[in-house]
């Protein structure tokens, strides 16, 4: 008995032992992806996608047909590896029409390869894009759900406001049937009369009048509080942009971070528009979809038009307009708030505030930016504490409690947007 549970015993830290090393490699591999994904999106996104040709080559499926030791040669210095007269070099180069792909010499081979894991990551299929439907439409749903109880809501309010008007009728009735009954036992009065000594009843019921009072106020409050609450609200507000920019073509189907175009919103106050410089980093060759046909899509040649940009010679003229685009979020002056506090500080998502931009073809205000909207999330969300800031107000407390002094500087004094829009 002693022998088979021994050998039991051994089987089991095994296999227990190999789990926890496939799983050690797996997680590993799943770091190098992530990893390389990271460095993919900051330093190759802005030329190549994984599985459409941008600027340079799609670059789905690379990693089955060119070896790692090629791709990381290139990769750190592509114009070395053509010089050299590397055939499949040589080849891409001209196919590219000569054009050059910046050097990422100090780029270690490790960092390399954890590129290449993930486009080898990309390049097999998965059912990413449904899941991420699948979560806009739960959101949807959401916002369905919120309908449907509010309307619910107001019905039940409607049944108890006709229940409550029922009565009160009722009681109005027994007033005046009690009043006519003594009237008429007089003479045939007059509907004027009638009326008055209708009056007469209802100021004299008191319980009657304080409720009438009451129901008023009631209403008024309610009234009042909701408009109060929704003075500028714009949710839903999608005015019509000069040029036809769609975030679900572009941060959706392309996958173009919203760091590309919006840098700001991580490490300012304002998240910013991009200018059509920024633009120009793709469209100075993407110019229009294959339904064009090659020619130049009428809302690109816009792009070229605001930049004086001669799409045939290349060249920049020098009479450059800038695009208006119409702004859409738009605080009034006497409230502050910040981007980098909400992105970067407390790892808000643009999308909880901004909504599924990018399933976007034309941006409209998802929240409804009203006092209410900000005082309601910060009573309900945990601040993240794993932060410079609040590492370095944990050092200035700690520097208090030795004795030490403490200056503006230390919580932040110096930092711009503290005294600056
Ligand atoms: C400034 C634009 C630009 C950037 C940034 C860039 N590339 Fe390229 N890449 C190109 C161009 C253009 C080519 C086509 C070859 C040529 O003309 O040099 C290319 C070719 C390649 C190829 C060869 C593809 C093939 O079919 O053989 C690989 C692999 C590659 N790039 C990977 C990367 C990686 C990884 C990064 C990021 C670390 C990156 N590139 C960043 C422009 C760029
Ligand atoms: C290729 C560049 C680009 C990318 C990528 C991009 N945007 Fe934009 N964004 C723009 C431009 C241009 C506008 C102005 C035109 C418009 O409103 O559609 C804009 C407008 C907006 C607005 C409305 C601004 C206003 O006027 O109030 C929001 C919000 C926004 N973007 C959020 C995002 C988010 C979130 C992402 C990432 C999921 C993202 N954007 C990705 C270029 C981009
Ligand atoms: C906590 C909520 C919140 C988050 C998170 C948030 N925004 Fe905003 N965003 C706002 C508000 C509020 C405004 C209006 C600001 C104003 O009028 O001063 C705004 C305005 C904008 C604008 C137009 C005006 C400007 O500031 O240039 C853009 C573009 C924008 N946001 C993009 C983004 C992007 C991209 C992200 C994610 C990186 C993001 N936002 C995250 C609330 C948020
Ligand atoms: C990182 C690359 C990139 C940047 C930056 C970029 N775009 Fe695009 N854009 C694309 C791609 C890719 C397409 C899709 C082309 C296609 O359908 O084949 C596209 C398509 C478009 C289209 C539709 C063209 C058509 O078929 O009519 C418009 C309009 C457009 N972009 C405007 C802009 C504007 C404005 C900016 C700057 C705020 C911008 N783009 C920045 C990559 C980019
Ligand atoms: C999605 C939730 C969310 C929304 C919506 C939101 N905030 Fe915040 N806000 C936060 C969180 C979380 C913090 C804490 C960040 C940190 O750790 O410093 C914060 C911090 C702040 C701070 C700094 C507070 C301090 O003491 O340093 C200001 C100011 C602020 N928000 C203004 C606003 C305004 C104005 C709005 C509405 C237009 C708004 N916020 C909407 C989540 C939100
Ligand atoms: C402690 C508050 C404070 C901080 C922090 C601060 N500033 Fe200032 N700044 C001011 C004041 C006040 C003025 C106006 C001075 C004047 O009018 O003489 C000013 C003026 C300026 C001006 C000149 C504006 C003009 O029109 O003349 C610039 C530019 C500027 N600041 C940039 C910055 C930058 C960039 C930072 C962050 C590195 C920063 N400031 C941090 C308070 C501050």
Redesign the pocket.
């Known amino acids: 008995m002693r022998n088979v549970s021994s050998v039991l015993g051994k089987l089991a830290r095994i296999v227990s032992m190999s789990l926890a090393l496939l799983f050690a490699v797996t997680t590993l591999r799943a770091q190098d992806v992530k990893e390389g994904e990271k460095i993919f999106k900051s330093k190759c996104a802005s030329c190549h996608a994984i599985g459409q040709k941008r600027v340079g080559p799609a670059l789905k499926g690379i990693t089955d047909t060119k070896s790692e030791e090629w791709l990381i040669k290139w990769v750190q210095n592509s114009a070395a590896l053509i010089k050299s007269g590397d055939p499949d070099a040589v080849a891409i180069f001209e196919e590219y029409n000569k054009s050059v792909m910046t050097n990422f010499t100090d780029m270690p081979d490790e960092q390399v390869k954890s590129v290449l894991a993930y486009i080898k990551d990309e390049s097999t299929e998965k059912p990413k894009e449904g899941a991420a439907a699948g979560g806009g439409a739960a959101k949807d749903d959401n916002a369905n759900l919120f309908m449907i109880f509010g309307l619910v809501g107001v019905v039940i309010l409607a049944i108890v406001v006709i229940v409550v008007l029922n009565r009160v009728i009722r009681t109005l009735e027994k007033v005046i049937a009690t009043n006519q009954a003594a009237i008429e036992a007089e003479e045939e009065p007059k509907t004027s009369k009638k009326f008055l000594s209708f009056a007469q009843g209802f100021i004299k019921n008191k319980k009657l009048v304080g409720f009438a009072v009451l129901m008023l106020v009631a209403l008024l409050g309610v009234g009042g509080w909701k408009t109060m609450w929704n003075v500028g609200v714009h949710t839903g507000y999608q005015p019509v942009q000069p040029i036809k920019f769609s975030h679900q073509l572009h941060a959706g189907v392309n996958k173009i971070e919203c760091q590309y175009c919006h840098g700001g919103a991580f490490k300012s106050k304002n998240a910013s528009i991009p200018s059509a410089n920024v633009c120009m980093n793709c469209h100075n060759t993407i110019t229009g979809s294959e339904h064009y046909d090659g020619e130049i899509s009428p809302e690109i040649a816009k792009i070229y038009r605001a930049l004086d940009w001669n799409p045939e010679t290349r060249a920049y003229g020098n009479n450059p307009k800038p695009i208006q685009w119409v702004r859409i979020h738009n605080l009034p002056d006497f409230a502050y708030f910040n981007h980098s506090q909400h992105v970067t500080v407390a790892g808000v998502e643009c999308q909880t505030c901004h909504g599924p931009i990018e399933t976007m073809e034309e941006v409209y205000q998802y929240s409804p930016l009203t006092m209410k909207w900000c005082v309601d999330c910060h009573q309900t969300t945990d601040v993240k504490s794993d932060n410079k800031y609040y590492e370095d107000l944990i050092k200035a407390h700690e520097s208090i409690k030795k004795g030490e002094k403490m200056t503006a500087a230390m919580i932040g004094?110096?930092?711009?947007g503290?005294?600056?829009y």
């Open positions: 004094g110096l930092e711009c503290k005294c600056h």
